[in-house]
């Protein structure tokens, strides 16, 4: 036996030997694989040909046995069972083609960006560099570090800082002086060049407003990073059928499927702005902002004025921080006939007119009641209404220092709640850990959505860049799918600005039906008429161009498949543009041999001039095509996107069937069969 059989059937043995142990330890790819090379050595070892084209055979070979691999579940589950895929199969292979919007119908969403929030919190950032380079300024602060309350304080008594409208901060000093002498040319070089001045009659005031193109830039960017962070929240789903595309400030997004359920939980994810922020309490202010006298607190709308003791530094407490409650309307049986987020407009009308000052803000957290079922004894968690905290209006840390968030369980506390895990960066973690070392013993908002998640107390200097998320005191099972939705919108990162939903509309299967069957009839008889061509005009190579162009179309829905690509009309057509192509390939080649054999030359001579000669044509043919397809790839959405890369996936296949393939059997007749007479038309 020669040495190269020896080892291809060697290395069999070792793939069977391998392919076993990866089956002990529930590794599915590793089974594939060592199977596939299994079968690549066998045919290597077979006593046929020479080995290079036993290699190249062995090639052809696996990559059938892949295709198959990958696209059986997916032709199983359209045809409803009827291809009998094992289930070690579909349990390990959970990828598939999917049907897009114009094949099954689905769910359009038009959301608009607010982008005057994205203006403020630019305005808000200028204003805070503000504060800084101006505390410095007067000495009351140094380095680069957040700056304290009591440097704010000191600053407030220099210069009031208030913020009239979104692109517009305005400075009031205490000395007209110091208008002059702390606008200095550095202060003026570092905000004049996205910002202008407009001075005032009044002495010592001067406003600062966002430049208009600085604006136009802020718009754009928001819609364009809302739509990242979109396409992020739809594939941390697993829905990368789903379509996402921009038209003015809107974001338009179409889910394929008919699930109304699996919709609610994409609009929820989806709306979320995961705007994450960590402020103060400020329990001692809040003593005399909410002890308002009894005549300005609306019985009616259900608001009480309560106090708490809170703590207030090491040592220290209010003994009366005041704050307010709303409990949500009901009927006279005790239902609820009021939304919670209509109650809290009517809560958030009412704290509007206590006049907050400018460094201050009302924040809200929802206010549960535990109920127990006397029948049951099931204990389930009612949202009654909201309660207020009084908080500093600047954001200690905000989301924009998370890098990761993980779904954990409490197993200290007794009830395995859940909860989400925050790891924030370095730069983060060292402004929390200083934010944290700063404010002990005194209370920190967690801010999610412009909701307050929880209060807790800071107990020591917070160190390790790391905090949590609670998920309420309800089920374990609710907990869980909150806290999972919740890691997603954290993982994909906060929306610039939130989205309002302007449009939802259900787009049924029906109405495409017609215009797929017309497609798919159209590709069908197309692609029909093209085989049955090949065969009469080539005879026995016609027949092997039909099976390299049916081989092409196999691992292209095989690669679709296991890139997890969405079919839609545009695809088809794809589909039906490839396979002509690679009709055309082997057109070029069977005339190429033909040529070769009208001059003369023998049919192993005339087979390898045909392939060489053939091959640039082929070649620059292909590239064009891909060209074509990567620049609709990179600029296309939707159903363009996708006959994009259906079209790319074809022209490699084409290139692999049309021309390696199809070599093979041609080299098999002259160099081994040694026909007489090589079947290319009808003069041969």
């Given at each position: ?12 043995l ?36 020479d ?9 052809a070979?696996v990559?059938?046995?892949l ?5 059986w ?8 069972g ?32 607010e ?12 204003a ?12 009351f ?57 407009q ?8 406003a ?22 979109v ?9 990368r059928e ?7 400030e ?14 609610d ?12 922020e ?15 006298p009894e ?14 003791q ?13 704050y ?8 006279d ?43 049951t ?39 395995g ?21 700063a ?17 807790p107390?800071?107990?020591?200097k ?32 906060a ?9 939802e509309?259900?787009?049924g ?26 065969v ?14 049916l ?56 087979v ?16 064009t ?15 363009v996107?996708?006959?994009a ?5 074809g ?34």
């Amino acid at each position: 036996m020669p040495a190269s059989r020896r080892n291809a059937l060697l290395l069999a043995l070792a793939a069977i030997v391998c392919g076993f142990l990866f089956f002990k330890a529930d590794s599915f790819w590793g089974v594939i694989t060592c199977g596939l090379v299994g079968v690549w050595a066998i045919i290597g070892a077979l006593p046929v040909m020479d080995g290079g084209w036993r290699f190249r055979t062995g090639l052809a070979s696996v990559t059938l046995l892949l295709a198959s691999v990958v696209l059986w579940p997916t032709i199983d589950r359209v045809s409803n069972g009827a291809a009998k895929c094992p289930a070690y199969f579909k349990d390990n292979i959970k990828f598939g083609i999917a049907k897009g919007l114009d094949l099954q119908g689905g769910l359009r969403l038009v959301y608009t960006v607010e982008v005057e929030e994205a203006i403020r919190d630019k305005r808000d950032r200028f204003a805070d560099e503000m504060r800084q380079e101006l505390a410095t300024s007067f000495k009351f602060h140094s380095g680069d570090g957040v700056i304290s309350r009591d440097a704010a304080a000191k600053l407030e008594e220099k210069v009031h800082i208030s913020l009239p409208e979104s692109a517009v901060i305005k400075l009031k000093f205490s000395d007209p002086a110091d208008l002059a002498s702390k606008l200095d040319e550095r202060f003026n070089k570092k905000f004049g060049g996205e910002m202008t001045q407009q001075r005032s009659a009044v002495p010592g005031e001067i406003a600062f407003k966002i430049r208009g193109e600085v604006e136009s830039q802020i718009r754009e960017r928001a819609v364009a990073q809302a739509k990242d962070t979109v396409i992020r929240r739809v594939d941390e789903k697993g829905l990368r059928e789903a379509s996402v595309t921009i038209r003015d400030e809107d974001i338009i997004v179409e889910v394929p499927g008919q699930d109304q359920r699996a919709f609610d939980d994409i609009k929820e994810i989806i709306r979320r702005t995961a705007r994450l922020e960590f402020k103060m309490v400020d329990d001692e202010g809040a003593g005399k902002f909410f002890n308002v006298p009894e005549n300005q607190v609306p019985e009616k709308e259900g608001i009480s004025i309560y106090s708490e003791q809170a703590p207030n530094g090491p040592g220290k407490s209010v003994e009366k921080a005041f704050y307010a409650i709303i409990t949500r309307r009901s009927d006279d049986k005790g239902v609820f006939t009021e939304s919670l987020a209509d109650t809290l407009k009517r809560f958030k009308a009412w704290t509007a007119t206590l006049n907050v000052p400018d460094d201050h803000q009302v924040g809200y957290a929802i206010r549960t009641e535990n109920e127990t079922d006397d029948t049951t004894g099931v204990v389930t968690t009612k949202e009654i209404g909201w309660r207020t905290y009084y908080l500093f209006n600047r954001a200690e840390v905000t989301g924009d220092y998370i890098t990761d968030a993980a779904v954990a369980q409490d197993t200290n506390g007794g009830m395995g709640g859940y909860y989400v895990g925050i790891t924030f960066s370095p730069a983060g973690a060292d402004r929390f850990e200083e934010i944290t070392g700063a404010n002990v013993q005194k209370r920190f908002a967690i801010i999610l959505d412009d909701t307050i998640d929880s209060a807790p107390v800071i107990k020591s200097k917070i160190a390790g860049g790391r905090a949590s998320i609670t998920l309420g005191a309800g089920d374990p099972e609710t907990q869980l799918a909150n806290a999972k939705k919740l890691e997603i919108v954290l993982r994909s990162g906060a929306l610039p600005a939130p989205i309002s939903p302007s449009n939802e509309s259900m787009i049924g299967p029906s109405l495409g039906k017609d215009a797929i069957g017309q497609g798919v009839k159209g590709m069908l008889v197309g692609s029909s008429l093209v085989l049955v061509f090949m065969v009469f005009y080539y005879r026995k190579s016609g027949v092997v161009a039909d099976l390299a162009v049916l081989f092409n179309l196999f691992l292209q829905m095989a690669s679709l498949a296991f890139l997890e690509a969405t079919m839609t009309l545009p695809g088809i057509a794809g589909l039906a543009l490839t396979i002509g192509m690679s009709v055309d390939a082997n057109v070029l080649i069977n005339e190429r041999i033909r040529e070769e054999l009208r001059g003369g030359r023998s049919i192993r001579a005339a087979v390898d001039a045909g392939y060489d000669k053939a091959f640039s044509s082929i070649l620059d043919g292909h590239v064009t095509v891909l060209i074509s397809g990567l620049i609709l790839a990179q600029y296309g959405s939707g159903p363009v996107k996708g006959f994009a890369v259906t079209l790319i996936v074809g022209i490699a296949a084409s290139l692999f069937t049309g021309v390696f393939c199809t070599r093979l059997v041609f080299d098999w007749w002259v160099r081994h069969a040694k026909v007489k007479r090589l079947s290319v038309g009808a003069e041969f």
